[in-house]
């Protein structure tokens, strides 16, 4: 951004995710002083400027007080698993061939919806004021490839997501059980989750907004 308008020019995302995360929508604020023409010319600009793996897909008015990070509501996430040979499982899939018991594993996670303290699932060392998130949606299910699982929350932790999948894995392979992940739940302890699964099989999949902040609900 501020290569293209030639001066310097803050941009906040809505998120951060672990280095190998990929995201297939994400948000950013940014404050510019640009004509509707000026907008729509920035957007093909960017995509020309940025690299393949990047792409400007919308650029919205929105009230001068919005903030990309803040004033997110919900936030969903969904973590691809093959447990065969895949060609694209080195970039977009954790390949686990363990056998696993997936009705375990659904059960677990819906364990998750009844939980708001998730200091287990966190890094250890953080900075952040609460570990408090509300879990609206976890679950997993079978894709062509292998299985997927899909969470929302209103907000996560770093790493969050990862380590439940990996605690999640310890389940359904049998190494913990419905009671164990109950207990990890409470202990509020690291060190009882699971390891925390591979970032390239993660994706940010949605960041939703109340309409109040765009100028034009859209």
């Given at each position: 951004?501020?290569?293209?308008?030639?001066?310097?020019?803050?941009?906040?995302?809505?998120?951060?995710?672990?280095?190998?995360v990929?995201?297939?929508?994400?948000?950013?604020?940014?404050?510019?002083?640009?004509?509707?023409?000026?907008?729509?010319?920035?957007?093909?600009?960017?995509?020309?400027?940025?690299?393949?793996?990047?792409?400007?897909?919308?650029?919205h008015s929105?009230?001068?007080?919005?903030h990309?990070?803040?004033?997110?509501?919900?936030?969903?996430?969904?973590?691809?698993?093959?447990?065969?040979?895949?060609?694209?499982?080195?970039?977009?899939?954790?390949?686990?061939?363990?056998?696993?018991?997936?009705?375990a594993?659904?059960?677990?996670?819906?364990?998750?919806?009844?939980?708001?303290?998730?200091?287990?699932?966190?890094?250890?060392?953080?900075?952040?004021?609460?570990?408090?998130?509300?879990?609206?949606?976890?679950?997993?299910i079978?894709?062509?490839?292998?299985?997927?699982?899909?969470?929302?929350?209103?907000?996560?932790?770093?790493n969050?997501?990862?380590?439940?999948?990996?605690?999640?894995?310890?389940?359904?392979?049998g190494?913990?059980?419905l009671?164990?992940?109950?207990?990890?739940?409470?202990?509020?302890?690291?060190?009882k989750?699971?390891?925390?699964?591979?970032?390239?099989?993660?994706?940010?999949?949605?960041?939703?907004?109340?309409?109040t902040?765009?100028?034009?609900?859209g």
């Amino acid at each position: 951004m501020s290569t293209l308008l030639g001066k310097q020019t803050a941009l906040l995302a809505a998120g951060r995710t672990d280095t190998g995360v990929h995201a297939k929508q994400m948000f950013a604020h940014v404050d510019l002083e640009l004509n509707t023409a000026e907008v729509k010319q920035l957007k093909h600009r960017l995509n020309k400027f940025l690299p393949n793996d990047i792409a400007i897909t919308e650029i919205h008015s929105v009230k001068a007080e919005a903030h990309a990070r803040f004033d997110a509501i919900s936030r969903s996430y969904a973590y691809h698993l093959v447990q065969h040979k895949y060609p694209f499982a080195h970039e977009f899939a954790y390949s686990f061939t363990t056998p696993l018991d997936m009705e375990a594993m659904n059960k677990a996670a819906k364990l998750l919806l009844s939980h708001t303290n998730f200091k287990c699932f966190s890094r250890s060392k953080t900075d952040v004021k609460t570990f408090d998130c509300k879990v609206t949606e976890a679950y997993w299910i079978q894709s062509d490839s292998g299985w997927i699982f899909h969470i929302s929350a209103n907000r996560f932790l770093r790493n969050m997501v990862r380590a439940i999948v990996g605690t999640l894995l310890d389940v359904g392979s049998g190494k913990s059980s419905l009671t164990d992940f109950q207990t990890i739940l409470e202990s509020q302890d690291r060190t009882k989750a699971g390891s925390s699964a591979p970032a390239h099989g993660l994706f940010l999949m949605k960041v939703q907004y109340p309409n109040t902040i765009f100028e034009t609900n859209g």
